[in-house]
């Protein structure tokens, strides 16, 4: 059995003297020694035939002699590899540079917000063009001939006679969704509107609104002021109060504007309440029986809601930004403080 351990001993000289000029020779150095049919393999199959009282001896004698190639081998790769990233000048062990990550508009956040707490409610989202026609922007709204909305400081016309335009509200959404659908209808309509306006910390010609709808049998104003009470709470915080007052739109009646107390005071008044402690947040009312007929619905049967804010103005209530103008400039600065709100 001294064979045997003379066998070993050579297979350690010959191990600690190994060298290699090429990669590939690392995987052949492998293979002979430690692969399954390799040498220290072989070795652990004779081993079987030892005497009992040798098992220990021979047994540490291999284990450290597979520890030796495993050792000797892994340095070899080690050395080649070593070599290729000093060829190359980059260290691949070396943690990449990190990729930061972007984060959601403020605009982009706040309607997700609004979209979440309406579906909660069982709306539907709606979406349509917003390139439109005048019957679906003002004329099945009940808007009249001489309504200044059709004026042109008010509205974008792309073409006349048929008018053609950029929508001022997505109230247009609206009239196309009670065209194609019959009640029960409960849906809101989210997009981007334009009106000829100048630019200012307060109004934009672009900004976006979300809307909703509610048609059905038996819809009262109580329906509509829970709803909203409901949407202001969710959005601004459980202690937020309403208030309606009267108010006027051509497709509503009767018709309101909704104040929410403002979260910056908690209604004790402050320069961005101005002192009233209160925030005009949106319009509302009672779908006219007008616009129900226009759209083919039956107003001695149905009765509906329907509301309409400003997403920016939200925005700018929700965060306390007091000019719109940084929506639309992409300023980074801006932008970052709104990472932790995704």
Request: proline share 5%.
């Amino acid at each position: 059995m001294n064979a045997m351990l003379d066998k070993i001993k050579e297979l350690k000289a010959e191990i600690e003297k190994a060298s290699v000029s090429a990669k590939e020779e690392v995987e052949e150095l492998r293979i002979k020694y430690i692969s399954k049919k390799g040498l220290v393999g072989q070795l652990f199959n004779e081993f079987k035939d030892v005497p009992v009282e040798l098992k220990k001896e021979v047994g540490q004698a291999i284990n450290e002699l597979k520890e030796l190639a495993v050792n000797k081998i892994n340095e070899l790769k080690e050395a080649f590899e070593s070599a290729d990233q000093g060829a190359s000048g980059v260290d691949l062990t070396m943690p990449g540079e990190p990729i930061k990550l972007g984060s959601r508009h403020p605009l982009s956040i706040v309607k997700n917000e609004m979209i979440d707490i309406f579906t909660r409610l069982g709306f539907t989202i709606a979406e349509g063009p917003e390139i439109e026609d005048d019957w679906h922007v003002f004329s099945a709204l009940n808007f009249p001939p001489e309504h200044p909305a059709r004026d042109m400081q008010d509205t974008f016309f792309i073409e006349k006679d048929p008018d053609v335009l950029l929508r001022t509200h997505t109230s247009s959404v609206q009239v196309r969704v009670m065209e194609k659908t019959q009640p029960p209808i409960r849906a809101i309509f989210p997009g981007r509107v334009f009106r000829n306006e100048a630019i200012s910390a307060r109004s934009h010609c672009i900004f976006h609104q979300i809307e909703g709808l509610y048609v059905d049998e038996n819809v009262s104003f109580a329906d509509l002021k829970q709803t909203l009470l409901y949407f202001a709470r969710e959005l601004f915080g459980e202690k937020t109060e309403i208030r309606l007052r009267p108010s006027y739109f051509p497709f509503t009646e009767p018709s309101a504007e909704m104040d929410v107390s403002c979260s910056i005071c908690g209604g004790e008044g402050c320069n961005v309440c101005k002192y009233t402690g209160w925030l005009e947040i949106l319009g509302c009312g009672m779908v006219d029986p007008n616009v129900l007929e226009a759209c083919n619905i039956d107003s001695k049967k149905y009765t509906g809601f329907a509301f309409g804010m400003g997403i920016e103005r939200t925005t700018m209530l929700k965060y306390g930004i007091k000019d719109i103008r940084h929506f639309f400039e992409n300023d980074v600065r801006f932008l970052k403080q709104f990472e932790s709100a995704n």
